[in-house]
């Protein structure tokens, strides 16, 4: 039915706008299906889900991937977290506009002193809170939304250090508006989007294949570990993954950082290929496959 991206610096009161616009939405007549994804669906710690550039990578896909999976016509997902950069929120877009539902943007508009302040409250208080040093960075990186841009319209700007944030705020009220209105062939304030043929190739080569594969390399991975300290330094004569995938062909003892550096060395292999090529596999078992081509291949030649 609907996506809708909570947009703000750390600790701009984002949270709070994510569970006050829900709580609206669920008292509303059409009471619809509300989902909100955060960090914490995934038990994420903050400080390190942005320490790097890789940590953060992977955060936005873990979330984009949710997004992705969970956007139907009958429910509204509410995104909580940064999404302060405009590439990223142009990539939620295309989501939802992939699946032909609206969309729209809310942003908690606090100044970095008020937000630093917050945060430090809040690490006094023994709460989840942003490392200095991390909140900076994050700071300085903040792209603010703007109307002009398809991916930041329509934009509902709340105000939560002046003037706090209930489920009766005003920009609250008008996205619940906006999100629940009922649209026939006259409407014209609200947007309903329109997949396109790009979308949708997005929608399955960006967001599907990039997780699945991050998600079955690392479960081979977990299994190469785990069947190596069960082996006790003994000797393998392969390690299976389960019914209907092939055997890692290993007979000397991988240790973790060397498996780590195949993963990363085959994960860009396979994202470089599908530029030119057919896109990364979109299910676990195919990936694995592809994975332990690739580990038997690398494996076999020392």
Known sequence: ?????????????KSTAAHS??????ESESKPAVKIIDEASFHLDRN????????????????????????TRD???????????????????????????RYCVVFCDVEEPHCGEWNRERRERGEASYDEKI????????????????WDSPLFELFPWKDGVEKTSPAISEALL???????????????????????????????????LDR??????????????QAMGGPLNGVSLGQGLPTVNI??????????????????????????????PSDADSAKRMFVDYLNRELGSH
């Open 21 to 26: 616009l829900a709580e609206a939405l669920k």
């Open 178 to 212: 906006y999100l629940t209105k009922k649209v026939d062939s006259k409407t014209r304030d609200v947007k309903i989007l329109q997949p396109t043929i790009a979308t949708q190739n997005s929608k399955f080569s960006e967001a599907n294949s990039l997780y699945e």
């Open 216 to 229: 079955a390399t690392q479960e081979v991975i977990s299994a190469l570990v785990e069947a190596q300290s």
């Open 1 to 13: 039915m609907a996506l809708v991206v909570i947009c703000g610096q750390p600790c701009s009161g």
């Open 251 to 280: 007979s000397r003892s991988v240790g973790l950082p060397e498996l780590r550096r195949l993963r990363r060395t085959f994960i860009k292999l396979t994202g470089q290929t599908s530029l030119s090529g057919p896109p990364p």
């Open 135 to 150: 909140f900076d960075d994050l700071v300085s990186r903040f792209e603010r939304p703007e109307r002009r841009n398809r």
């Open 75 to 101: 429910s509204i997902v509410i995104v909580d977290s940064l999404n302060s950069i405009k590439g990223y929120r142009y990539e939620l877009w295309c989501l939802a506009r992939a699946a032909g539902i």
């Open 48 to 71: 390190q889900s942005y320490a790097n550039v890789p940590s953060e990578k992977n955060l936005r896909g873990v979330l984009r991937s949710e997004v992705d999976r969970s956007l």
